[in-house]
């Protein structure tokens, strides 16, 4: 059974999941992904704090029995309702009929929406307190749109844990151990910053808004639904959520992204990469938007100061998966970003007009002129790339 001692009273009842092929059905899921859930015990009480995904209901059923043996849990807190943590609630309450459903309003509205349960409920405020026995009790904060409207996170005074939902998670399931200190983190780092960017990343200022209201709260203990149990490097978890959610680049490299038919774009792009080295930047992703995912993308661009767009026009628009990437862009309201976009055409000059109006979307200003080939580029065009990309990198410092 996949059941792990966190502290005295709060053992881990997650789940992995290295079977499903795309989370929502979108993001790849090559490191697969934990569902986690937690078991809270006081005194008197006990608390199931967040779900687990419909097919894994038993397997959760079963931690819930072998850590409690007769006796069964009070109370069920949802803090987040997308069914990846609610899916297995009507099957919870089947097994534990006397069980309390715990959420604010409109957590309680959804739980009746998503699966007719409606009876036995607490609703719950911003800043209401549970209290599971002597000196133990749960504190819930509302953090609405972190990444649903109805997220809240909840506070275990005793233990000084905060059950933080999807902020502070990351896709890849757990290997063995659950805390951070037990095992090599490594993989996740890369994985929180798809999974923020991917997921959350249109909500950076409720995120911010999150972490100015957990500011003052004493925290020794991260336990979000996605990814490790964080407590050694609590610090280093919440400056890079801090970091992304304010879109602040991680570093100073470029993401350069294309798309190309026939290879003439791709020249171009082969050529801004080539100038952005000579120029002394290092870090420099080359990505080809019609083979690497598109979740891969967006974690570069929330990554990396600079960009470079470059695209051919494809009926009369813009090349699909390249109007994808920026589409994405400005759906998560991407900032703070040095940019530059090269387009390419052979009759319709349509490219660097649709680039043009995806970056006013965002907000955002090309640090250059545009560059633009009619059909193949020509030496002169080649050197304008380099040149574009040279002028970027002279902002990058
Ligand atoms: Fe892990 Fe927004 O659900």
Redesign the pocket.
């Known amino acids: 059974m996949n059941t792990h001692r966190i502290s005295d009273n709060i053992h881990y009842i997650g789940v992995n999941d290295r079977t499903t092929e795309r989370?929502e059905t979108l993001w790849p899921l090559p490191y697969g992904v934990s569902?986690n859930s937690y078991l809270v015990t006081g005194s008197d009480k006990a608390a199931i704090i967040d779900g687990v995904e419909v097919s894994h209901a038993l397997q959760q059923i079963d931690a819930i029995t072998e850590i409690l043996g007769d006796r069964k849990p009070d109370y069920l807190v949802i803090n987040?309702m997308?069914p990846?943590?609610s899916g297995a609630i009507r099957i919870l309450r089947q097994a534990f009929p006397d069980i309390i459903i715990v959420g604010n309003a409109q957590t309680i509205a959804m739980v009746n929406g998503y699966y007719g349960v409606a009876d036995n409920t607490l609703i719950v405020k911003d800043g209401d307190t549970l209290s599971l026995g002597e000196d133990s009790s749960l504190k819930f904060l509302l953090t609405p749109m972190v990444?649903?409207p109805e997220?809240m996170v909840t506070y275990f005074d005793k233990e000084k844990t905060l059950f933080s939902?999807?902020a502070f998670?990351c896709f890849g399931a757990l290997n063995g151990a659950v805390i951070d200190s037990d095992m090599d983190t490594a993989v996740y780092f890369p994985e929180m910053i798809r999974y923020y960017s991917n997921?959350?990343g249109k909500y950076g200022q409720f995120v911010q808004r999150a972490l100015k209201k957990l500011e003052g709260v004493e925290i020794s203990t991260i336990c979000s639904?996605?990814g490790p149990v964080w407590r050694q490097q609590i610090s280093k978890v919440v400056d890079l959520y801090d970091r992304l959610s304010r879109y602040e680049p991680l570093d100073n490299g470029v993401t350069i992204v294309y798309g190309s038919m026939y290879g003439n774009t791709e020249r171009m792009a082969e050529a801004a990469a080539q100038a952005l080295a000579e120029a002394g930047i290092k870090n420099i992703v080359v990505r080809n938007a019609s083979k690497t995912d598109l979740s891969y993308i967006i974690a570069d661009l929330f990554t990396h100061a600079g960009v470079i767009i470059a695209a051919p026009t494809y009926s009369d628009g813009l090349f699909p998966p390249v109007d994808a990437v920026m589409t994405a862009m400005s759906v998560r309201g991407l900032k703070n970003r040095r940019i530059a976009i090269m387009g390419s055409h052979t009759w319709a000059p349509m490219a660097i007009k649709k680039m043009s109006a995806h970056l006013e979307a965002c907000g955002l200003e090309p640090i250059t002129e545009p560059v633009a080939a009619k059909q193949a580029p020509s030496a002169d065009i080649l050197a304008k790339c380099r040149e574009l990309a040279a002028s970027l990198a002279a902002t990058l410092g």
């Open positions: 989370f569902y987040h997308e990846d943590h990444h649903w997220t939902g999807d998670g997921i959350v639904t996605h």
